[in-house]
């Protein structure tokens, strides 16, 4: 009885801080890996044998001077909602920025590395992107689904985005392979080096934390809201950069 207070309890503590880090709930710091010690967080970085052989997911430039880092968890609400933002400043910006989006999966989010897999997977077929936008737009049909109802969503998504022209058996297979596991723990490792992450999504340009809780999409804990949008207030640290 009392081991099952202590779990109902620790749920209801990870619920109200929302901000509980990698290490103190899984144990193991993903970044501590000798594996990871010679990459640059701050650089896109290609296909290699720690990540799958699976590049970064870049929009915009990639040879672009000023680098934005996004490191999104598909199961966060947050992280949903300012999607279409981010797709809007990658547009706006899209020849002066490069924008790369890796996967920081929250560790009490049960389906959100199964959702990070399935997205790569999706990817190994040219589809990542588009992939991604129905996780999103779907993320309440699957959010609290069991192994077996998840698996079925996320075939669904799939025969949706490559119009039944994809290769539905290996994408299965992909989404539980080695590969698709070393690319999302990949960037949770990233993630890790470049700084603390307490919620998602967070953003970094050129190395520099983002703090966009300050905008009225923030979903930090705290908010100071100055009333800016969250493409208004990015555009004005990208304007600050390109000497606008």
Known sequence: MNRFIGIAIAVVVVGILGVITWTQLQGADPSSSANY???????????NADNGNIPDHVKGNKDADIMIFEYADFQCSGCASVRTKVDELVKKYKNDIALVQRSYVLPY??????????????GLQGY???YGELLFKNQNEWFSSDATER?????????KVTGDKGDVDKFLADSE?????DK???DIAMGKKVGEIYYTPAFFIDGQ??????TSEGKAPIINTEGKDFVEFMSGLIDQKLGK
Request: no cysteine; glycine share 6%.
């Open 151 to 159: 698996t079925a969503f996320f075939t669904d998504y799939f025969k």
């Open 209 to 214: 934390f983002v703090d966009w809780a300050n």
């Open 109 to 122: 989010h049960t389906n959100g590395k199964a959702a990070s897999q399935a997205a790569e997977a999706a």
């Open 128 to 130: 990542w992107n588009e």
């Open 37 to 47: 010690k010679d990459y640059d967080p701050n650089t896109i970085i290609g296909g």
């Open 177 to 181: 392979s080695q590969a698709t596991a």
């Open 184 to 186: 999302v723990n990949f």
